[in-house]
């Protein structure tokens, strides 16, 4: 390019550059009218126009209530202090009473005479080495009165507490 033409697309851009600066920095007169002056500017139909001041109170009234963090910190926050524990009254736990009675027997059969007023029952020890025939009133393995013989059950009393279980008839195994 010619040192003509340098000058001459110089001379362009030193127009351009201040018709910019002046139509950015002119002054604000009758030349730069604004729409709602010229009758181009039409406000839109609204059915309410207020504010509505309850709604807008109650987001300025909201308060963050998580955890205030410097997030441009590392390190971890301290652990919030723990919560105070103020001490109640409870009343202590009501004795529930003695637990199940437990008979190391099983009962697994009985006999009557033949109007069936008095019954014995068998009993057997859990590994079935022992087996005792007792009626109502005896006592089985000198800790339990028997107190009731039926043809299904059998209603034994702990002699030393009172204590009363009943037994189910079981039936014989295969092995008799």
């Given at each position: 390019?010619?040192?003509?033409?340098?000058?001459?697309?110089?001379?362009?851009?030193?127009?351009?550059?201040?018709?910019?600066?002046?139509?950015?920095?002119?002054?604000?007169?009758?030349?730069?009218?604004?729409?709602?002056?010229?009758?181009?500017?039409?406000?839109?139909?609204?059915?309410?126009?207020?504010?509505?001041?309850?709604?807008?109170?109650?987001?300025?009234?909201?308060?963050?209530?998580?955890?205030?963090?410097?997030?441009?910190?590392?390190?971890?926050?301290?652990?919030?202090?723990?919560?105070?524990v103020?001490?109640?009254?409870?009343?202590?736990?009501?004795?529930?009473?003695p637990?199940?009675?437990?008979?190391?027997?099983?009962?697994?059969?009985?006999?009557?005479?033949?109007?069936?007023?008095?019954?014995?029952?068998?009993?057997?020890?859990?590994?079935?080495?022992?087996?005792?025939?007792?009626?109502?009133?005896?006592?089985?393995?000198?800790?339990?009165?028997?107190?009731?013989?039926?043809?299904?059950?059998?209603?034994v009393?702990?002699?030393?507490?009172?204590?009363?279980?009943?037994?189910?008839?079981?039936?014989?195994?295969?092995?008799?």
């Amino acid at each position: 390019m010619s040192r003509r033409n340098q000058f001459i697309v110089l001379g362009l851009l030193v127009a351009l550059l201040g018709g910019t600066v002046y139509f950015t920095y002119r002054p604000s007169g009758e030349s730069a009218k604004t729409p709602a002056a010229t009758g181009l500017f039409t406000p839109i139909n609204v059915d309410n126009p207020a504010l509505r001041m309850d709604i807008l109170q109650r987001f300025l009234n909201l308060e963050y209530k998580g955890a205030h963090r410097n997030i441009f910190v590392a390190t971890l926050p301290p652990p919030p202090p723990p919560p105070q524990v103020t001490p109640v009254n409870v009343a202590p736990p009501v004795p529930s009473g003695p637990p199940p009675l437990v008979v190391e027997a099983k009962y697994f059969g009985f006999v009557s005479d033949s109007k069936g007023s008095h019954r014995r029952a068998f009993f057997a020890t859990a590994n079935n080495e022992n087996v005792f025939i007792e009626s109502e009133g005896d006592t089985l393995m000198g800790r339990f009165r028997i107190v009731k013989i039926t043809s299904t059950t059998a209603d034994v009393e702990e002699v030393s507490s009172g204590r009363r279980a009943t037994l189910i008839l079981e039936e014989p195994g295969p092995n008799g």
